[in-house]
């Protein structure tokens, strides 16, 4: 089958730029004919699978959630931006994907703007909601959940990657639970496994060691990376703490240092964002030892992850699923989650391959206290229960989530969604879509 997959942003960096990569590359190594559209500017440098790529032109500014840095491009909060604005960037991403050639299936990112971008294509398309879109945009925005609902009604499948942004889609834009599809993110089980020690801190030093020399860009690793982790990480006595996400108060980093005081434990946070400065004046002011990174890619997460005892995510904002938690689980590095959302689904999944007296794998959102006590329980834990924790942790995503399975699943909702008459118009299809309703597909399915 011949995919253009579309994404309006970079390749690395953030959960959604994470998962298109990794579905390129899935896509393309299962047999398809895939090219990339994103506005990555050197996107050669990622592993595609061999898909091929592309970078469509932007007539003016780039439509964003959270306001970040895009090199040569000048970012827009959606909500901000007027309607005229937002139709040309959809106009400028159509004549990208048109001149990308004949295909089978368009697989767009965001309900907001994948969706309209779905439905000017005149391709049956599949929206895969990322969640970002609905608490940074949508929400609240009348206007914009009018345009995301008229915009979906063509698609062939709306796939949601939890129960939970199921619920906020339903909520915000009316689309019943019948019309989207489950389909958790992926993990790459065989890239994400579990090392010994050594092996994993000598993998994770080589990989530092690869890193260009930095332009001050905070999207690259810290300068001295290499050296800066050996030191941190040699001494084996100490228990170590992981967090990677964006250095950004929603994301709760704050309550983690806080819980951190008084534990013997060190830390070490991956990841950029506007709390860097913040965050470290505060681990100093705690008098906590930890190690800023910078960003880390894939090539240094699963020799670090390896290397640590917990994982946590501890965003106080709602996450549509909670992917480093199970990316960490596959290396056999226990997540400690905050109980809501996405992440709730997350831990009750690997709960499920746990004894009970192991379920310390979540804590109250927002509870520094709580996570304070489930810090402390997990690095208490004996040899024997450590041993139990790691298998069932890497049990779970094997039994649970692959990349393998989520291509197949997307690829089959073209055969399986409502489509829009071929031979009509894109202004047609965005008028008068089918609204037949798809079968709806297991969250779990481990084939």
């Known amino acids: 089958m011949r995919i253009i997959l579309w994404h309006g942003y970079l390749l690395s960096?953030?959960?959604?730029n994470e998962y298109t990569r990794a579905l390129a590359r899935t896509l393309s190594r299962q047999g398809h004919d895939v090219v990339v559209l994103s506005q990555d500017p050197d996107p050669g440098r990622h592993d595609l699978g061999g898909a091929a790529s592309a970078r469509p032109g932007l007539p003016g500014r780039l439509p964003v959630f959270v306001l970040d840095r895009y090199a040569g491009l000048t970012p827009?909060?959606?909500p901000t931006m007027q309607r005229a604005e937002l139709d040309d960037f959809v106009a400028a991403q159509v004549q990208a994907i048109w001149a990308a050639g004949q295909a089978d299936l368009l697989i767009t990112n965001h309900l907001l703007l994948g969706g309209p971008v779905g439905a000017a294509s005149g391709l049956?398309?599949?929206v895969k909601v990322h969640g970002s879109e609905l608490e940074f945009a949508m929400r609240g925005n009348p206007d914009l959940c009018r345009w995301a609902h008229e915009t979906v009604q063509p698609a062939v499948g709306v796939v949601v990657g939890s129960e939970h942004v199921g619920r906020v889609v339903s909520d915000l834009i009316g689309l019943p639970p019948t019309r989207m599809t489950v389909v958790t993110p992926g993990v790459d089980i065989a890239q994400m496994a579990p090392q010994p020690r050594a092996?994993?801190?000598a993998g994770l030093i080589a990989e530092a060691r690869r890193d260009p020399p930095s332009q001050g860009d905070e999207r690259s690793p810290d300068p001295g990376n290499a050296e800066r982790l050996r030191q941190f990480l040699s001494d084996t006595a100490r228990p170590t703490v992981v967090y990677v996400g964006k250095l950004s108060r929603e994301k709760g980093v704050h309550l983690l240092l806080e819980a951190l005081a008084g534990l013997p434990a060190r830390a070490v946070l991956v990841g950029f964002g506007p709390e860097r400065a913040a965050l470290a004046e505060q681990a100093q002011h705690l008098g906590l030892d930890v190690l800023f990174t910078g960003p880390l890619q894939h090539r240094h997460l699963r020799h670090l992850w390896a290397l640590a005892d917990v994982s946590v995510v501890?965003?106080?904002?709602?996450?549509?699923?909670?992917?480093?938690?199970?990316?960490?689980a596959a290396t056999g590095?226990?997540?400690l989650v905050a109980?809501?959302?996405?992440l709730a689904e997350v831990a009750a999944g690997i709960e499920g391959f746990l004894p009970a007296h192991l379920h310390l794998i979540s804590f109250e959102r927002a509870d520094a206290a709580d996570l304070r006590r489930r810090l402390d329980q997990l690095l208490d834990l004996g040899p024997e229960d450590r041993a139990l924790l790691a298998a069932g942790c890497r049990a779970a995503v094997e039994g649970l989530w692959s990349w393998d399975s989520v291509a197949?699943?997307?690829?089959?909702?073209a055969d399986e969604g409502p489509h829009a008459d071929p031979a009509s118009t894109a202004a047609d299809r965005h008028g008068r879509g089918r609204h037949a309703l798809p079968r709806r597909r297991g969250q779990r399915s481990g084939t």
């Open 314 to 328: 501890p965003s106080v904002f709602p996450e549509a699923f909670g992917m480093v938690a199970a990316e960490a």
């Open 339 to 342: 109980r809501h959302s996405g």
């Open 13 to 16: 960096g953030t959960g959604s």
């Open 124 to 126: 049956p398309y599949v």
């Open 199 to 201: 092996a994993a801190l």
């Open 408 to 413: 197949r699943q997307l690829v089959g909702l």
């Open 333 to 335: 590095c226990s997540p």
């Open 76 to 78: 827009a909060l959606l």
